[in-house]
């Protein structure tokens, strides 16, 4: 089966090839729907008839309509029927069709209904130079033939066509080619907003994808680190002391557990978009269970909390637990020391994130500006309006600082719901 007949196929089992034909502006590149085409040109030539035969009755000093007049009259919208295709080529021709229907003596008559439809595809398609040509040539065409040809044209004895006429007929003109002005633009406006949409749809897919890889990368980082740890210790004490190699084994189911569930977290995201999670992001209110996880590893961590404690916004809340999170992994894999200290200062509208460790750095320490780690933290903090700096301390040893912005939501006591509730 050929790749056409498989996207047809498809096409037809979705319905989108459908949704996509119907669609006005039709996207680029789309191959217009037979049943409209057909659908215009029999409407454009069922009133081009009806009116031509009505006006030849009104108008008995005009030519009567024979079979070369109702050809012309039906070539047309025969025409229109390429308009899409050939937008350029039809607007001229119905043009031409229009002149000799005009210079054959027919009465007057909706004929330019073909040259109005043809006049707005092309303008809409972006030909506009062509659709002013083709109606000016008609326009001084009709000129032509009213003024200076009619003596030789039939009817016979015709007298030349009043300029009041020429007249209503620039006046038509102008409002064809400002009708069609105007479904242009809007037609732009509405490819504009639809890119617009798209554009946002994939701005928005992009950010979900770094959030979840964000996330998958603060998880696995500080579990594995912790897992390698304890690992290397429990292989370490495995013959000599086993009760200590079955702590560390111990520590490493917890961490490996808890990393499966925060990872299977993130990954409902995927599987069901749009949902609430299944259980809450990490926050600060975790901090005690965030340095017990590191104190298995062999490190001492130090809390200090400096202001008074508010609740944080659900985005702050989480960002600082990552950034705590990931300074705690880099100690742990990338310096000698094993101690931490960790200070959280409330200022207002703000809050500070202080990690410091003594070190020395052991070898693949990332310096102040490397690292998916502190890229992460970075990209952390700036997407709250704050920033991260990290690096060397003269001393010997290493800080992470961040600041991370609060906003009104953040003005409330950590202890106020409790209080609340007792009332």
Not at 37 to 51: D, T, Y
Not at 80 to 104: D, I, N, Q
Not at 222 to 242: E, K
Request: charged content about 20%; some cysteine.
């Amino acid at each position: 089966m050929s790749q056409g007949r498989v996207r047809g196929t498809e096409d037809r089992d979705t319905g989108r090839g459908a949704r996509a034909r119907w669609r006005w502006p039709a996207p680029p590149g789309a191959r217009p729907a037979l049943i409209p085409l057909l659908a215009v040109s029999v409407a454009v030539a069922a009133a081009q008839l009806a009116g031509s035969r009505f006006a030849m009755e009104k108008q008995p000093d005009r030519e009567g309509l024979a079979a070369f007049g109702y050809v012309l009259l039906l070539l047309g919208p025969a025409l229109l029927l390429l308009r899409h295709r050939y937008p350029r080529c039809v607007v001229f021709g119905t043009a031409a069709v229009t002149l000799l229907y005009l210079g054959a003596g027919y009465p007057y008559s909706p004929v330019f209904i073909s040259v109005v439809v043809a006049c707005f595809t092309a303008v809409v398609a972006g030909h506009r130079w062509a659709a002013w040509s083709a109606l000016g040539l008609l326009w001084a065409g009709h000129l032509v033939i009213g003024h200076w040809l009619h003596p030789w044209l039939p009817p016979a004895g015709d007298d030349a066509a009043p300029w009041s006429q020429e007249l209503v007929v620039a006046a038509w003109v102008a409002a064809v080619v400002a009708g069609s002005e105007l479904a242009r633009l809007r037609r732009e406006r509405l490819a504009r907003e639809r890119a617009e949409r798209e554009q946002a749809e994939r701005r928005r897919a992009n950010e979900e994808r770094l959030r979840i890889a964000r996330e998958l990368h603060d998880v696995l980082a500080h579990s594995i680190s912790l897992i390698n740890v304890q690992a290397g210790v429990g292989l370490a004490l495995l013959d000599q002391r086993p009760e200590q190699a079955r702590t560390a084994l111990i520590t490493i189911k917890e961490a490996s557990k808890e990393a499966l569930g925060e990872v299977r977290q993130v990954l409902d995201t995927l599987r069901t978009p749009g949902d609430a999670p299944r259980s809450p992001a990490p926050g600060l209110d975790r901090l005690a269970e965030l340095t017990q996880q590191a104190s298995g590893a062999g490190l001492t961590v130090d809390v200090r909390t400096e202001g008074t404690p508010v609740a944080l916004p659900p985005g702050a809340d989480l960002a600082a637990f990552r950034i705590v999170q990931e300074a705690l992994t880099n100690v742990v894999r990338h310096s000698g020391s094993r101690t931490a200290a960790v200070l959280l200062r409330y200022a207002p509208r703000r809050l500070e994130i202080r990690v410091d460790d003594q070190g020395p750095a052991t070898a693949g320490r990332a310096g102040s500006g490397g690292g998916n780690g502190l890229v992460g933290m970075r990209e952390r903090a700036v997407a709250l309006g704050g920033s991260v700096e990290a690096g060397p301390r003269p001393d010997g040893g290493f800080r992470v600082l961040a600041r991370i912005p609060l906003g009104a939501a953040a003005t409330v006591s950590r202890e106020a719901p409790a209080a609340e509730e007792e009332t």
